[in-house]
Nanobody, 117 residues
Framework: QVQFVESGGGLVQAGGSLRLSCAASGFPFSMRTIGWYRQTPGKQRELVATITAGGRTTTYVDSVKGRFTISRDNAKNTAFLQMSSLKPEDTAVYYC??????????WGQGTLVTVSS
């Protein structure tokens, strides 16, 4: 079945960096646009960044542009989110998913990023 396993989160000071990883399985990873999402308590999950199947096109929400970089390794069925210049408002649980598989509701456990001021 479709599965996502996120890792790489942790506690970091404002201005620091983290690299998140997303290991995917159960579907043709190299054929799907992948997105990184984040969620804080009481708020809806927010789409933060996307990358097309071949990796040529990326998009970012305005609040992370210039600070976050999404990438992927199709040979390893893995996506990444490099986060730099982190701010306290980036604190959230981060998830990945394939944009066209969202309706399957196959979310991973996420990885918690905490940015201290």
């Amino acid at each position: 079945q479709v599965q996502f396993v996120e890792s790489g989160g942790g506690l970091v000071q404002a201005g620091g960096s983290l690299r998140l990883s997303c290991a995917a399985s159960g579907f043709p990873f190299s054929m799907r646009t992948i997105g990184w999402y984040r969620q804080t308590p009481g708020k809806q999950r927010e789409l933060v960044a996307t990358i097309t199947a071949g990796g040529r096109t990326t998009t970012y929400v305005d609040s992370v542009k210039g600070r976050f970089t999404i990438s992927r390794d199709n040979a390893k069925n893995t996506a990444f989110l490099q986060m730099s210049s982190l701010k306290p408002e980036d604190t959230a649980v981060y998830y990945c998913n394939a944009l066209t598989l969202i309706n399957l509701n196959a979310w991973g456990q996420g990885t918690l990023v905490t940015v201290s001021s």
